[in-house]
Nanobody, 122 residues
């Protein structure tokens, strides 16, 4: 059971750190992806991180602003979001990658959390 937290309302240019943890099992051998869905838009991949944390992927629009990381001891994957923009507004989800390698495709992920709302005001 994936659970996201850390969302909220922030002004443009602000920062938030999202957390994703699994309340039922270990994330430590799973590739984890972050996604967001804005109102009226399809869910899109933001970032993903390898099992060891040494590899990651980012959506072009968030490169240089967002950083994904994981804390094995805390069974948690984080998404640090800096210099937030109104276009970053949406519900953010984490999910487990079902294949091998790294992918930002929502269709390649499962076991979705319920999401956390991020709202960036201008």
């Amino acid at each position: 059971q994936l659970v996201e937290s850390g969302g909220g309302l922030v002004q443009s240019g602000g920062s938030l750190r999202l957390s994703c943890t699994d309340t039922a099992s270990s994330l430590n051998n799973r590739i984890v992806g972050w996604f967001r869905q804005a109102p009226g838009k399809e869910r899109e991949g933001i970032s993903c991180i390898s099992t060891t944390g040494d590899r990651s992927l980012y959506r072009q629009s968030v490169k240089g602003r967002f950083t994904v990381s994981r804390d094995i001891a805390k069974n948690t994957v984080y998404l640090q979001m800096n210099d937030l923009k109104p276009d970053d507004t949406g519900v953010y989800y984490c999910a487990l990658f079902l294949g091998s390698g790294l992918s930002l495709g929502p269709e390649d992920h499962g076991f979705w959390g319920q999401g956390t709302q991020v709202t960036v005001s201008s």
